[in-house]
């Protein structure tokens, strides 16, 4: 089965977070490897999409899904060298809605930072 991949507004946020610190932090002290770096991530998350659309209904129940009507699930993925994130998504009929990116080291999210779509 094929689902249709939506971002939430803050999904979307922490997909720009993550790219901004790839760019502006990282820049500081490796300028050219930073552009890399910020098209690796962009290219493992495009990747993270893909399997998403392709097979979301495979992954497992997010720890976040306690205390919640609907089941939310997450998928890992790395980038090119080794840094994990977390897409946590929502799937509703054949919609998945990506409701955060998380990188390693970031705590489960809170019930104020899961933004549920209508």
């Known amino acids: 089965m094929m689902f249709t991949v939506e971002?939430?507004?803050r999904a979307e946020g922490d997909v720009f977070d993550i790219?901004?610190?790839l760019v502006f932090d990282i820049l500081?002290?490796?300028?050219e490897r930073s552009t890399r770096g910020k098209e690796?991530?962009?290219?493992a998350y495009q990747h993270g999409l893909k399997t998403l659309r392709e097979s979301a209904d495979s992954f497992g129940r997010a720890p976040e899904s306690r205390g919640f009507s609907e089941d939310l699930h997450e998928h890992f993925f790395?980038?090119?060298y080794g840094q994990t994130y977390r897409?946590?998504?929502?799937?509703?009929a054949e919609i998945v809605y990506v409701l955060q990116v998380r990188s390693t080291g970031q705590?489960?999210?809170?019930r104020d930072e899961i933004e549920i779509p209508d």
């Open 7 to 9: 971002a939430t507004r």
């Open 19 to 21: 790219l901004e610190w």
């Open 28 to 31: 500081e002290w490796l300028d």
């Open 40 to 43: 690796n991530w962009w290219n």
């Open 78 to 80: 790395k980038t090119r």
């Open 87 to 92: 897409l946590v998504f929502l799937i509703r």
């Open 107 to 110: 705590q489960l999210l809170s």
